[in-house]
């Protein structure tokens, strides 16, 4: 079964420091999909980024980057100076396979608060 | 494009009655999958449909629930006969091709029932 664990439940920064948000996951499979997705206090849940087991290239893009790394089966997400609108819970999922089996497993979610 | 459209976006029923959540999938999308969320739960995926075909339904807490999803543009989460602990917010989100695609959420429905 996989499996996805964010450990930090919730995180506090000072506006303008940098965070990372952890997410470990379990597969068994070596085919599988990672995804963050963020929920602001607005409620809704919106795409960030997605990758395949087989690209372990880290990405940038602005003040969000993802690290992947299989040897520790971590997806961690770092938000270089923070912003209060980077306030948020944010979800890390995994879904293995192609077809046949679509389920996204969600962690529990780290919630982040930028302090002004 | 309009993304993933849900109605009603809030709900307040009376324990016992029916309630019923509507979907309507972004188009050219082939997969929807219906999920809550609550703070004692998180995130559940409760049913997800490929081609309009049911896939998986292992997430549907009991009898009381059913999805429906008669054709590619619209979908149906239904609650007969509604409970307080139904109480949730439950996301519908439509992918692409597979798994392997990002799935795009709707902004949800509040389901609260007294």
């Known amino acids: 079964a996989q499996k996805v664990t964010q450990a930090q439940t919730e995180i506090s920064v000072v506006e303008k420091e940098d965070v990372t948000l952890d997410c470990v996951y379990e597969?068994?499979?070596?085919?599988?999909?990672l995804f963050w997705y963020k929920q602001p206090p607005s409620g809704e849940l919106v795409f960030l980024i997605r990758?395949?087991?087989?690209?372990?290239q880290n990405e940038i893009s602005g003040r969000y980057s993802w690290n992947f790394q299989k040897s520790t089966s971590s997806f961690n997400f770092t938000i270089t100076a923070s912003q209060v609108v980077d306030s948020a819970v944010y979800f890390c999922a995994l879904s293995e396979r192609d077809f046949g089996n679509e389920k996204l497993t969600f962690g529990t979610g780290t919630r982040l608060t930028i302090i002004p | 494009d309009a993304g993933v459209i849900q109605s009603p976006r809030h709900e307040v029923t009376e324990m016992g009655q029916e309630v019923t959540l509507r979907c309507k999938p972004i188009s050219g999308h082939n997969s929807l999958f219906w999920y809550r969320q609550t703070m004692m739960r998180g995130l559940e995926l409760l049913i997800y449909f490929n081609n309009n075909v049911p896939i998986d339904d292992s997430g549907m807490p009991e009898d009381r629930f059913s999805a429906k999803m008669p054709n590619a543009s619209f979908s149906t989460l239904k609650i007969q006969p509604s409970e307080p602990r139904d109480s949730a917010v439950y996301f519908c989100a439509s992918s692409s091709a597979g798994g392997r695609n990002e799935q795009f959420f709707g902004p949800g429905t509040r389901l609260t029932v007294l």
């Open positions: 597969t068994r499979d070596t085919t599988y999909y």
């Open positions: 990758r395949n087991s087989f690209d372990e």
